[in-house]
């Protein structure tokens, strides 16, 4: 194992291999900034450039480049309110909030460097489980994919004490949403009107585009003033940023629970890494003492979201390494790259090159500190952004939203549908509607209905009864009732 | 700049100009092909298109730009170039087993005719297999006498799994059950390694890595001959004594995987062009610097002639006997579940 470590160590230092990854960091970077390109769209747009590099030299760039998307993401969620990809969605809720209060630099300085240690915690994990990860991996079944996602829709509640029946019932239409297209289990289309866009169902990007970009440009647009208003307010400044930074430490529970979510959401194959983040933030909230002031801009909201879903990647690279499966759509991508580049992953590549992947899970680890270095020196530069007035800001931003989308699936429907459901989002906001709990809804409800069905299929009504699925209800019910336990054990005694 | 445009301007009288009977292929020089993919970048069918597209350009002077339009496994793509000009100018890496059988199923959305489109060559026919979990029995016929049921796992009925193990469990008479759900063929073979389900039927390349390290093993071949690489792995053929009725259905799902991965164009194409782009077809999916090239990367070329498709298309799509029809949409669709 040391010897792994050590011969992984001595790839990296090849100034080609460095080499890559400096020059894959920036491009991740600039990809990351602009809203609704993603992790996926940096490697379907990069994996090509790899085309005849050595193995470690492509996934050097890859994963370097993959590893600073996130951080860019984050950014514009912040600073503009717009998330840069779908899990940073989780990111705006209060990271937004406290840049209209003038605490841009301290929002940022927090989120980078919660994403730097989680993606830091994810690839040790990594790094530690690789050994033993096969079975860890193959003990997860459709039965733990859905319990999870039962566990997480009940967060909904959570994401929206102030008023949870609004919440409910926005989390209510994300699930009814969800039920568009192709039934997960039968593959008959629902709801489909003859229209071939609609045999795909809804899709996530142009629904987490309208539904937090949208009402943001339009708010620029109609008062035409600038983000962050100046008077008064302490001008942004490097203080700020580490003051940010440092109360990561301040709140370790928040964060080292938030990257254990992370990496176990990131470790099953079937729960989306858009997941990781919300449940992650709801798990802050509930256990913080005043639930009530998270969404005015609380730091812990922004560093629980960014610390899972960074740790989330090295949890995904476990099932991708270990068994070939990739534990996310990004590492779909990612293993076709592999094979591609002539590696097979699974146990006799583990066996074969553990050295190997231990280098990756470095590169990862270092592309996350190093994107966060990076950004730090930029941050400066894109907090100026959130002073330019509304009215120059607001087209530029709209033009980018509708790249974005665009170059998901190249599909200028799905341009069409961040109209619609920017209108939605406008809706929502007005009339103080939980928006977050509806992207939740809309994300959990297709894997509930899928893994409900699989699980009573495969395992008939035992399914409840496996030994993990039976911890992870346990450690659901806890999260949920731990605001409540004094007045649970006073209701205990009174009996 | 004006030598520019003059030049510009006699081309472009030379094109007007050119006689009727100009040399074939001159409607691709210096024109703009869609190569469609129904499927997201970096999949196996996009990395095909990607690979063959530079050596059509190189071939015909046109200039080729691979789409990715996902959606509904395929069939929204293939509706599309179904409706497209039937210029020669667009083409599909299509994933032909899927397409017949959507449309022998009438699965909602489709929109197009198989019999009707225009083929240029098979890129690629795997051997398939029935890979199941290391804790059942080295042998399927053991695995069947022990009449316990097999569960298959499956992302849908019609996705080249789940229809598979349907033609499978029927014509073996085996007791079975298709779980469906899973997404896509990793998710459906990480239930067998992890023992939720018992059994997949799979394409040679994934059985062969996932049975690696014994996570699942290869059980019997379901084609007509054994696999090149795996030539311990006996054929259903050989290992059960078939009746011609139990053997149809092995043949019927076999004719349809003839069309593996297939290159097609828009219905209609007029005859000279379809003959040309078939020409050209040919060429690249028999060179062997193509073929090594493929090889290299572990994606394999096996040509096989439009000519030689057509007839079997034409047997399943229009000569199929009603009866025998709702048999099969019987099967396919709802035994086993």
Redesign the interface.
Known sequence: MLDAFLSAAAQLLNPVVLGAMLLGLPLGVVIGLLPGLSGITA??FL??FTFGMPPLVALAFLLASYAAVSQGGSMTAIILGVPGEVPNAATVIDGYPMTKAGRAGEAVGAALMASALGGLFGCVLLAVLLPVMQPIV?????PENFILAVAGVAFIAVLSSGAPNRGLIAGALGIFLSLFG?A??????RF?MGI??L??GLRLVPLAMGLFAMPEILALMTTGSSIARPEGLEPISLRQVVKGALAVFKYPGVFFRSCTLGSVIGMM??VGGATAPFVAYAAAKQTAGDPDSFGTGRIEGVIAPEASSNAKEGGALV?TLA????GSASM??LL??F??L?L?P???FL?KHLDLAIALAMILAFGNVASSVLMFLLSKLLIHVTRVPGRALAPILLVLVMIGTYSA???PIDVLFVFIFGALGVAMERLGYNRPALLLGFVLGEMIE??Y??SV???GAYFLLRPISMAIIAAALVCLLWPNRARLLRYWRYR | MIRTLSAGLLVGIATVLQPASAAEGDFLKGQTVRFIVGYSPGGGYDTYARMLAPHFEKRTGATVVVENRPGGGGITSLNQLFRSKPDGLSMQMLNGESAIISQLTKQPGVAYDMSKVSIYGRVLEEPHFMIVNPKLPDSLKEIIASGTKIKFSAGSRTDNLGDYAAVTCQALQMNCQIITGYKGSKEAALAVMNGEADALTISESSAINYSEGGRTKMVVTIGRKRSVQRPNVPTVYEMFQLSPERKWWFDFRLGIKAFGRVVVGTPGIAQDRLQYLQKVWREILTDPAVIAEGAKARYAVDYEAPDKLKPVLEELLERLPADKLKEVNEVLLRSFS
């Open positions: 490697l379907a994996i090509p193959l003990s997860f079944a459709s192709y997960p289990t039968e593959g008959v289309p489909w071939d866009y045999l795909d194959p079937g099932p068994l070939g499966i990739p779909a991508l076709g790259a094979i591609i002539g097979q699974g146990p006799e066996a699936e190249n599909n899928r893994y069905q699989v299929s495969a395992y």
